[in-house]
């Protein structure tokens, strides 16, 4: 597609649920990256693959937070046990690679807003 | 600890009326500061990337700046399209791709 594509657009969970984010990259892009923006603030970055390899997970905030690339395309973001504090949007950005990055940034999607109840 | 602060949280705008938005950094080594803004309900879209202290970029109404502490995003002219949250970016040294956010500032434009 023209541009990153992120699903579902909303979601409500219930606290202790399991919940799983999609995030469909521009086509050929090889970096992809995942942020986290609660109300009012700016992205927050979580992890970043190179292809299907997770180069660095370093902003996921717990163990109950897992993302994966398998065949370096699609991407999903799930976290397990949700709690009221995972309410923020998810967003999803890719890029063809580092040196696209330096010139033109990353391309974002619209987001994933998760609410937990 | 790397860390971005921009500044004012918002700003309310004539149109017409001239401003700079300020994003100050203070990161072990920069590899590139960035610019996006983002509207309601939307992902932050790419304006410009600065590398180097005397720097500067522009598109339409926009100019980006650069020192060693601080970047200047300067607006000239503005029209009510131009509302939104400016963001500020920064990308540091040591191999991660990640970029550090600033909490950005929310201009809106009046007619």
């Known amino acids: 597609g023209a541009g990153v594509s992120q699903s579902p657009r909303y979601k409500v969970a219930k606290r202790g649920q399991d919940v799983a984010l999609r995030c469909d990259p521009i086509?050929?892009?090889?970096?992809l990256f995942w942020y986290q923006q609660a109300l009012g603030q700016g992205p927050e970055f979580l992890t970043y693959?190179?292809?299907?390899?997770?180069?660095?997970k370093s902003g996921l905030p717990s163990d109950r937070f897992f993302a994966e690339r398998p065949e370096g395309s699609v991407s999903t973001l799930k976290i397990q046990r949700t709690q009221q504090e995972d309410s923020a949007v998810y967003l999803c950005?890719?890029?063809?690679?580092?040196?696209?990055?330096?010139?033109?940034?990353?391309?974002f999607g619209s987001g994933t807003r998760l609410t937990v109840v | 600890e790397d860390q971005v602060t921009q500044s004012p949280e918002a700003l309310r705008l004539q149109e017409g009326e001239s401003s700079s938005l300020n994003c100050s950094y203070t990161?072990?080594?920069?590899?590139?500061l960035f610019w996006y803004r983002q509207d309601p309900g939307k992902g932050p879209e790419f304006l410009f990337t600065?590398?180097?202290a005397g720097e500067e970029k522009e598109k339409e109404r926009l100019k980006a700046t650069l020192t060693k502490k601080e970047s200047f995003l300067h607006i000239t002219a503005p029209k009510p399209e131009d509302s939104a949250t400016y963001l500020c970016?920064?990308?540091?040294?040591?191999?991660?791709?990640?970029?550090?956010f600033g909490k950005g500032t929310k201009l809106t434009v009046n007619p």
């Open positions: 086509s050929g892009h090889v970096s």
């Open positions: 600065l590398y180097s």
């Open positions: 950005a890719s890029s063809l690679g580092r040196r696209q990055t330096e010139s033109y940034g990353y391309t």
């Open positions: 990161v072990s080594g920069l590899r590139g």
């Open positions: 970016a920064v990308r540091t040294q040591g191999g991660s791709e990640k970029l550090v």
């Open positions: 693959f190179q292809n299907e390899a997770q180069l660095d």
